[in-house]
């Protein structure tokens, strides 16, 4: 069993918005963050997380928790699975009452990166290759560049170092086929990736002997997945989050050139397009992203893939084509330094961008070509906001040198602009809500509520009073009030005093004629209430609170 001191300090390690942000892609939205719900279909964003809080709500189907709870919903894990998972994410060594569990983290990763690092000094090839690309060995040092030799070699040292090939073979370090062991990494330079947290977690490899693929990365594993990394974050993220931009490039070559060249915040994509799963990541710390991609093709067309998405996901940047067969490595290494960044300083926003290479697409002078434009070009516009449709419609028409009115979108507003944790207020009764909000912030006014008020009073929301009162914090409903912004806890003791005044005043005044209208009672009776309410009434109105009960 994993210890619960264990448990505490990994818990003490975990953000909730980092931990669910690797898997989704979260929007600022006050002070909470929003996204579609994982857990069943949905068009608008119920799912709230909470920094301040620490948990999640879907207002849409109810599930809520903490980032062990996410993590055992979203990969189908059990609690000390989903443990083991964050402790491997966060590099952190859990604590075990049974010594048989309690070992550190595998070294493998680690051990195969020093050596294949250690092996680089040794190889003229490689260094000559490195030297001629304009690699300074400070970089070599700070990237961890290394190199791979033959396979034979590879097991062999895995074996000499005592690791267990079934945990290489995992790793993808090692791959099996046709009952034999090989090495994936065969006389290559290698590129450590790393994680966000910065824990190696798979290698690149460029050839320098004639391979057929030029760079191969590590296969997918539990711990490398290329559409949730960019290399080389964990050293850029720093200068992201200070600069507000990151510039995203298509290899390892020109990540270690800029950062050379002291464009600390540049990350490349692993040999894939930008993906929707790396959008989390890119969204921490809401800086503009540049697009720095090659002018070819291919490159063209991944440009304009990111562009799409990137728009579509509200991100503020642009694009950076390079021409004349160069990259930024190559501009890097000829000292074209100023250029570059006056090329970053200037990039061309993507939704320009995009309407710009949709436009390439087509013959203008054709009639119908023209037509089809138009209508590929609205396609793309409806993917963003009402406001930015609008701004580009003007634009579109520009290019296509035709009226703007010709250029007809739908301004299809969402008609349901309150989201479903707005949906909620409907219905209810927020002073309840409210009161209930500050059992759960503030529990010291608790007792000063109960003296004056009975739950069973709450005509909506007894229930969920009940359950703050009793401290059963983890219920979806209680999670739905926490997270939700709209529902503000009362400021202090005197804002809590003037409400329960305003409230039992209102439910004195409508006992009083609840009994002026009975006429099943004697005439004594009725007196001894209509007194007993106007009293009560009166008090209140002199600012005393009084007892529900008595």
């Not at 004629?513 to 009776?525: A, G």
Request: net charge neutral; proline share 4%; with cysteine.
């Amino acid at each position: 069993m994993i210890t619960p001191d264990s448990i505490e300090a990994l818990k003490a390690r975990l953000d909730v918005v980092d931990v669910i942000g690797s898997y989704l892609e979260l929007k600022k939205s006050g002070a909470n963050y929003k996204a579609p719900c994982p857990f069943h279909d949905e068009k608008s964003a119920s799912f709230v997380v909470s920094p301040s809080k620490q948990i999640y709500h879907c207002f849409g189907c109810g599930v809520g928790g903490d980032s062990i709870k996410f993590i055992m919903e979203y990969e189908k894990l059990n609690y000390p699975e989903a443990l083991e998972k964050l402790a491997a994410n966060y590099n952190f060594s859990l604590s075990y009452t049974d010594n048989k569990h309690n070992k550190p983290r595998s070294q493998l990763m680690d051990k195969v990166n020093e050596w294949y690092q250690n092996l680089l000094t040794s190889q003229p090839t490689a260094l000559a290759y490195i030297k001629e690309r304009g690699i300074y060995e400070s970089s070599v040092e700070k990237f961890g560049i290394g190199y791979a030799p033959d396979s034979n070699a590879t097991i062999n040292y895995i074996k000499a170092q005592l690791f267990n090939m079934s945990e290489a073979l995992e790793t993808g370090i090692v791959g099996y086929d046709g009952g034999r062991n090989f090495a994936r990494f065969i006389e290559r330079i290698t590129f450590p990736i790393h994680s966000a947290n910065g824990t190696v977690v798979g290698f690149g490899g460029r050839t320098i002997t004639g391979h057929q693929a030029k760079y191969v990365n590590s296969p997918e594993t539990p711990f490398f997945n290329k559409s949730r990394l960019l290399y080389a974050y964990h050293h850029a993220k720093q200068a992201v989050h200070k600069t507000k931009e990151i510039i995203i490039t298509e290899g390892y070559l020109d990540v270690i050139m800029l950062h050379q060249a002291g464009f600390t915040n540049a990350v490349a994509t692993l040999g894939t397009a930008l993906t929707p799963e790396h959008l989390p990541l890119l969204r921490k710390g809401e800086p503009k992203v540049i697009m720095a991609y090659d002018g070819d093709k291919a490159g063209r067309a991944a440009a304009l893939k990111a562009s799409r998405l990137l728009s579509a996901g509200g991100f503020d940047g642009g694009v950076v084509i390079f021409g004349d067969g160069l990259d930024p490595a190559d501009m890097v290494n000829k000292g074209a330094v100023e250029e570059l960044a006056a090329m970053f300083r200037t990039a061309q926003p993507f939704i320009e961008f995009v309407l710009d290479e949709i436009i390439s697409l087509y013959n203008l002078s054709d009639p119908k070509a023209k037509e089809a434009c138009m209508q590929d070009a609205i396609g793309y516009l409806k993917t963003l906001s009402p406001i930015l449709q609008e701004k580009y419609k003007s634009y579109l028409a520009s290019r296509l040198g035709i009226s703007p009115s010709f250029v007809r979108l739908t301004n299809q507003t969402n008609t349901n602009q309150n989201s479903p944790v707005n949906d909620l207020s409907r219905h209810r009764d927020m002073w309840e809500l409210s009161l209930i909000k500050t059992v759960l912030e503030k529990p010291h006014l608790i007792d000063q509520m109960l003296d004056v008020l009975d739950p069973s009073l709450l005509q909506f929301h007894s229930y969920e009073f009940n359950l703050a009162l009793q401290g059963k914090f983890d219920e979806p409903q209680l999670m739905a009030i926490s997270v939700d912004e709209q529902i503000k806890p009362l400021k202090d003791e005197q804002a809590l005093k003037n409400e329960l005044i305003t409230f039992l005043t209102k439910h004195y005044e409508r006992e009083l004629k609840k009994v002026n209208m009975q006429n099943d009672i004697s005439f004594e009776e009725k007196a001894f209430y209509i007194r007993k309410f106007r009293g009560k009434i009166a008090t209140l109105k002199r600012g005393e609170l009084v007892a529900f009960k008595g």
